[in-house]
């Protein structure tokens, strides 16, 4: 319990990072990253074995976040993990700055430089495929968007995974229903989702992706069933946190003005 509540406050900081950080630069996609910030929390403080004082380190795992437009929360997680300095994050979004609006690699931490959707798994099959046959032993976590899944080279990916039996990767969806024009059940719908995955062979564990318990179960398994890539469907909230932002699209987009962004501010604060 106690290490459930550190993890609820860890999200609690991340989220208010990523606040400031859009409101700052007068950029977007805060909605997407609030929805992502419990499974940041658990995988950079729970689950990856990384070393932020080595952010290359050759056994370390891979985590690939393909939807770059949630940027700044990555951002948030790695500097409070230690890989850069948190004053860093003010410059988001800013002149010159290395912390771009959509995940940029040459930030310490960062994997891989996403943004154009449905990169990062083909990406994380052949790193999972390389660790196999070259017998190292990490794990590679992708995260996508639901929205996300309507690239045809996802599922090419899940097909070659599913095929090579790549049991040292695992996919996180975060599945928050809202994507950039509408729901995702109105634009594309991906229902049943988890049938889908199971058909191209893969193991599937469904959980409420701000559950803490819950997403730590998924991630730990190593894997979730031998030789077979893994799925973590996480059932999320768009603009998780903040009333104003759940569960609308508007906040895909939008960036809070002052008197928002304070109001999100005293909210996260009032339930840290």
């Not at 400031?20 to 805060?30: F, Y």
């Not at 409070?80 to 931490?109: N, Q």
């Not at 199971?198 to 997403?215: I, Y």
Request: charge should be negative; include cysteine; aromatic fraction near 8%.
């Amino acid at each position: 319990m106690a290490e459930v509540q550190a993890l609820t406050e860890i999200c609690h900081k991340l989220r208010a990072h990523a606040v400031r950080m859009v409101h700052r630069s007068n950029a977007s996609h805060l909605g997407s990253c609030l929805s992502v910030a419990d499974i940041l929390a658990c995988l950079y403080w729970q689950t990856l074995r990384v070393d932020p004082a080595h952010p290359d380190w050759k056994d370390r795992d891979r985590f690939l976040l393909s939807k770059g437009h949630a940027a700044a929360i990555l951002y948030a997680a790695l500097a409070e993990r230690g890989f850069f300095p948190v004053g860093e994050l003010d410059t988001y979004c800013m002149a010159e700055s290395r912390l771009t609006g959509h995940v940029t690699s040459g930030v310490p931490g960062v994997e891989f430089s996403a943004g154009s959707l449905g990169h990062a798994l083909p990406v994380g099959s052949g790193i999972a495929l390389a660790a196999k046959r070259t017998g190292l032993p990490f794990r590679t976590f992708v995260a996508v968007s639901d929205g996300e899944l309507d690239e045809g080279s996802n599922w090419e990916a899940i097909l070659f995974a599913g095929h090579h039996k790549l049991d040292n990767l695992t996919l996180i969806v975060d599945y928050n229903k809202i994507q950039s024009f509408g729901t995702v059940e109105d634009v594309l719908d991906l229902a049943p989702l988890a049938d889908k995955f199971r058909a191209f062979r893969w193991a599937v564990h469904e959980v409420d992706g701000h559950n803490m318990e819950q997403l730590s179960g998924a991630f730990a398994a190593r894997p979730q069933r031998t030789g077979q890539p893994s799925v973590v469907v996480a059932h999320t909230v768009k603009g998780k946190g903040i009333h104003f932002m759940e569960n609308s699209l508007a906040w895909h987009y939008k960036c809070p003005n002052a008197e928002q962004m304070q109001a999100a501010l005293q909210e996260l604060a009032d339930h840290a």
